[in-house]
């Protein structure tokens, strides 16, 4: 009986004949199989319990469910055990951030003239500074180089821009793939030197004088109509308002208007009245002058009655403007351009509507961008070269003031053969207007997806019919995207 009792353990087909007690669990070490089992059904059953006391409803949702489908909410509630939020909340959160490295960041140009827009609930924030000095060789009458009045005058400006960007949606048709643009600007100018009124030589107007401003601050929201997805290229649109942040009433000299004068006097030390005229061989002869602004009672009226700057640089319109626009992006897919991988192709037209302030209206302007961007390192370095204009339309000032010209002697207007000096009133004329246009080169470092830098330089190329543009403009940013 004992040999039959050793053969029975030892072979496994008979190893389900027991005694009728059960097993015996603590001799049976080669067949542990109903030991886990137990702890299973012991951790399913404490689950089962604890997420019942957690969620009441989950009795009554699983007494009223069929008994052939099962609790599907119950299921849904033990897979979100210990989770803080749902699950499909979570795999959103990560498709968010895979989102937004797909599109290396520096396939975007330097401005914000393109179809790109942010993810939902992503922000970018950028930190940039340009600067633009204007000489005499950077003002310009009927497209021609104006030295005759401004040859002896600079401007240095300075801007220094905090751009804020957030992407949102509204998760409804139509309403969806939105990105906010806010700038703040902030101005640092001084100018110096002096200009001499219709290109006199013998009379010059000092030109001193210095502003820090806040600028005009603008919100603009822009809207994808087109994903390159389901059409050629990428398509957006663009609408905002600029608010009156900024001054409009800077002015010459030490920002009262009163600026100094050297010129020629008449004999009695006086200054030359209105149409009397100066003969010029006796201007030659006579003793040069420093003194006030001898007309408007020192206040040089060029622009306004209380001698303010021209609109082009001032701080801020003084009043709100509006501005609307359309963009296109082209992304190149991997083999599309064999010798630019992946590059983009960006165009751009953003149009500013300016209201009349003051008696002075600053001219429409329009900006208008056509940019080719392409990695030359990896996803870490790419270059940008490209158009970007600007069109100004002429500005205008109500009023009169008194400037001299060279005349006759019927005291005729000449430009050669003068023998006179004459000081008229006359209607004051625009300043600004026509197109000032650059080629613009960068270079975009990405140490990581969600950090940029870019330097640009912009180049003239294209002169404005009137009014000043700086030949090189330099820029440096920093954006950070989280």
Known sequence: ??????????????????????????????????????????????????????????????????????????????????????????????????????????????????AFVLPPNTFEVALSTRFADIDGDDFFSDGKQNRGVFGDSRVERQFTDLSIFYGFDFQRKYLHSFTAFLNIPYLSSRVSGAIHPNGIGLIDVMNLGSTEELGDVS??????????????????????????????????????????????????????????????????????????FPFNGGVFDRFSDDGRLPSVLQPGDGDFSFVLGGFLTRQFLPGDLPLFDRAALHAGVLHRFRLKEDGIDRGDINTHQLTFVAPIWKDYLAAEVGYLGFYQFADHYDGTFITPFFTDSAGNNVSSGATHVTFKEVSRPSFTKGEWGNIATSLIFSPDPQIRLVATVLTRVVEPTLGPAPSHVFRLSLGVLF
């Open 1 to 114: 009986m004992k040999k039959r009792g050793l053969d029975r353990r030892n072979r496994p087909d008979q190893g389900h004949d027991e005694p009728a007690g059960g097993p015996n669990l603590a001799s049976n070490r080669g067949k542990p199989l109903l030991i886990k089992p137990l702890f299973i059904v012991a951790a399913q059953c404490l689950a089962l319990v604890w997420a019942l006391a957690l969620d009441p409803g989950l009795a009554r949702a699983g007494e009223e469910a069929e008994p052939a489908s099962g609790s599907t909410k119950a299921a849904d509630s033990l897979l979100e055990l210990g989770v803080e939020k749902r699950f499909t909340d979570f795999e959103r959160s990560l498709i968010k951030d895979q989102i937004r490295t797909f599109i290396p960041p520096l396939l975007r140009g330097f401005t914000p003239l393109h």
């Open 219 to 292: 919100l603009i929201i822009k809207k994808k109509l087109i994903d390159q997805a389901n059409f050629p290229v990428g398509l957006a649109v663009a609408a905002g308002a600029f608010f009156p942040t900024g001054a409009n009433d800077e002015k010459f000299g030490a920002d009262d208007g009163r600026v100094s004068v050297q010129r020629p006097t008449p004999p009695d030390g006086s200054a030359p009245p209105v149409g009397i005229p100066l003969p010029i061989p006796m201007l030659q002869g006579l003793p040069l002058k420093v003194g006030p």
